[in-house]
């Protein structure tokens, strides 16, 4: 086995199945007239709570400048709202609010069902398995 040619296979393998999820995200999101990032900002905020904005971005992997311009659009579309923290003043958190709720209601479930299709052929063992090493390859890059 050529190592070298079988990690360059892996990388196109992984690439093209990135690209196949970054599409299903795309179009989930346009379906409600967001893009990706928005998509992403409103998911985590529906899935996981209130965060900090600062913590957005290393969530989502975005640089902060467009945290703050993600997070102007989402606020202005009334998805999402600020709120400082009344302990520490350079700490302002954003949460999602009823209106994105809504959204998120409609558009989540499908939006899971399309993830979820993209590894039915995977057993719950080879589920396990990808997740292992995707991790192990990520912390060493």
């Not at 640089?63 to 102007?72: E, F, I, L, N």
């Amino acid at each position: 086995m050529d190592r070298t040619k079988e990690s360059l296979n892996l990388f196109i393998a992984i690439m093209r199945t990135n690209n196949a999820l970054s599409q299903i995200s795309k179009s989930d999101a346009a379906s409600i007239g967001l893009n990706v990032t928005e998509f992403a900002v409103l998911e985590l905020l529906y899935n996981r709570g209130e965060q900090p904005i600062q913590r957005i971005g290393e969530r989502i992997l975005i640089a902060s400048s467009s945290t703050t311009y993600v997070v102007d659009k989402l606020c202005d579309k009334g998805l999402i709202e600020r709120r400082p923290d009344t302990k520490d003043r350079r700490v302002t958190y954003a949460s999602i609010t009823e209106a994105g709720k809504e959204v998120m209601d409609g558009v989540f479930p499908k939006h899971s069902e399309h993830i979820s299709n993209m590894f039915a052929t995977l057993s719950e063992d080879e589920l396990a398995q990808l997740k292992a090493t995707l991790a192990k390859i990520s912390r060493h890059g």
